[in-house]
């Protein structure tokens, strides 16, 4: 068991690896193309940062781990707003001046509802997993019109063009690129076997180990971007990168189970693990949109997310 602890942690890092050279290599390249930096921050790097776990869910869904690839997409949305922005704004609280972000938002939070919606049932479906695919598009596509239409002055765009790579030739943009994509799905793989034994051996549910251990290892990247970039002053640039990525994660993350492997859900995901999602979802969007101005996630309000996430983690290893 030790073995396969250190196999997971050995691929996790080889995943999150990938995953930065990927987003270094597309984003280099797109520049070079002349696609403006802000539109490859809010949908190439965005998109990237999901990266890990749109492959980890591909991976389990193939081996027949659907709730795994479930547990994945709703696991690291709540690890993404209790751990990491609760880390985060507890470090440094985090002033949300960006109105980009705030339109952001209720897409995030619209997608959970649908999300919410879709595996009330218990059961994901093909049509489901499509609908959620073809809105990812749709949401890039929504994401990059965004960009074209921010306000004069946006905090957001001077932080998306200063993390943005520039004068990167453009063959080694292409190397990197490549790079990435080699090592994600291997990496992928690996992990998600080393993950499944490891759950075994505690007795643990697919499901479990999708919204505990692998949830929690594929944000780790998340969590580094986001204290590099309060550590930098970029706090929308923090808040944008979660709040992208709890988007794919439902839009991309979960439409890969509905896609490669349609079937029942398991019932805690529906009743318990969707509506803490949703919850941690709409107490952020509380804590974040104010039309008056600017707002703040401050310090009692990192710890209200970092109680929210032991609560949870206690709480599901219990029941198993």
């Given at each position: 068991m030790i073995v396969e602890a250190l196999?997971?942690?050995l691929w996790l890092v080889v995943l999150s690896w990938g995953a930065d050279r990927f987003v270094f290599g597309s984003s280099a390249l797109a520049r070079n193309m002349g696609i403006s930096p802000m539109i490859i921050g809010l949908t190439i790097v965005a998109m990237g940062s999901s990266a890990p776990e749109i492959m980890v869910s591909a991976t389990a869904s193939l081996n027949g781990n659907t709730d795994t690839a479930i547990g994945n997409a709703i696991g690291s949305n709540i690890t993404n707003i209790a751990l990491v922005l609760g880390l985060t704004a507890l470090l440094k609280p985090l002033t949300v001046a960006s109105t980009t972000l705030k339109r952001e938002m209720p897409v995030m939070l619209g997608v959970s509802l649908l999300a919410?919606?879709?595996l009330a049932d218990l059961y994901l479906s093909l049509n489901e997993g499509i609908v959620l695919f073809i809105l990812f598009f749709f949401t890039i596509g929504g994401l990059a019109w965004m960009s074209y239409h921010m306000e004069k002055g946006d905090p957001l765009e001077q932080e998306t063009h200063d993390e943005v790579p520039d004068g990167v030739p453009t063959k080694s943009a292409v190397i990197w690129l490549l790079v990435g994509l080699v090592l994600l799905p291997l990496s992928a793989h690996f992990m998600v076997e080393s993950a499944v034994e490891i759950a075994r051996h505690f007795g643990l549910s697919d499901l479990v180990i999708g919204l505990t251990i692998i949830a929690i290892g594929t944000s780790l990247p998340e969590l580094a971007a986001s204290i590099a970039g309060v550590l930098k002053g970029e706090d929308d640039l923090a808040l944008g990168n979660i709040i992208g990525s709890n988007i794919f994660n439902i839009l991309a993350v979960m439409a890969m189970p509905g896609l490669i492997s349609p079937g029942a859900v398991d019932p805690d995901a529906a009743s318990r693990d969707i509506y803490t999602m949703l919850g941690l979802s709409i107490?952020?969007?509380?804590?974040c949109f104010n039309i008056r101005g600017s707002r703040r996630i401050n310090r009692y309000e990192a710890v209200a997310f970092l109680g929210c996430f032991v609560a949870y983690q206690y709480f599901v290893?219990?029941?198993?």
């Amino acid at each position: 068991m030790i073995v396969e602890a250190l196999l997971f942690l050995l691929w996790l890092v080889v995943l999150s690896w990938g995953a930065d050279r990927f987003v270094f290599g597309s984003s280099a390249l797109a520049r070079n193309m002349g696609i403006s930096p802000m539109i490859i921050g809010l949908t190439i790097v965005a998109m990237g940062s999901s990266a890990p776990e749109i492959m980890v869910s591909a991976t389990a869904s193939l081996n027949g781990n659907t709730d795994t690839a479930i547990g994945n997409a709703i696991g690291s949305n709540i690890t993404n707003i209790a751990l990491v922005l609760g880390l985060t704004a507890l470090l440094k609280p985090l002033t949300v001046a960006s109105t980009t972000l705030k339109r952001e938002m209720p897409v995030m939070l619209g997608v959970s509802l649908l999300a919410t919606y879709f595996l009330a049932d218990l059961y994901l479906s093909l049509n489901e997993g499509i609908v959620l695919f073809i809105l990812f598009f749709f949401t890039i596509g929504g994401l990059a019109w965004m960009s074209y239409h921010m306000e004069k002055g946006d905090p957001l765009e001077q932080e998306t063009h200063d993390e943005v790579p520039d004068g990167v030739p453009t063959k080694s943009a292409v190397i990197w690129l490549l790079v990435g994509l080699v090592l994600l799905p291997l990496s992928a793989h690996f992990m998600v076997e080393s993950a499944v034994e490891i759950a075994r051996h505690f007795g643990l549910s697919d499901l479990v180990i999708g919204l505990t251990i692998i949830a929690i290892g594929t944000s780790l990247p998340e969590l580094a971007a986001s204290i590099a970039g309060v550590l930098k002053g970029e706090d929308d640039l923090a808040l944008g990168n979660i709040i992208g990525s709890n988007i794919f994660n439902i839009l991309a993350v979960m439409a890969m189970p509905g896609l490669i492997s349609p079937g029942a859900v398991d019932p805690d995901a529906a009743s318990r693990d969707i509506y803490t999602m949703l919850g941690l979802s709409i107490l952020l969007v509380l804590f974040c949109f104010n039309i008056r101005g600017s707002r703040r996630i401050n310090r009692y309000e990192a710890v209200a997310f970092l109680g929210c996430f032991v609560a949870y983690q206690y709480f599901v290893f219990n029941q198993g």
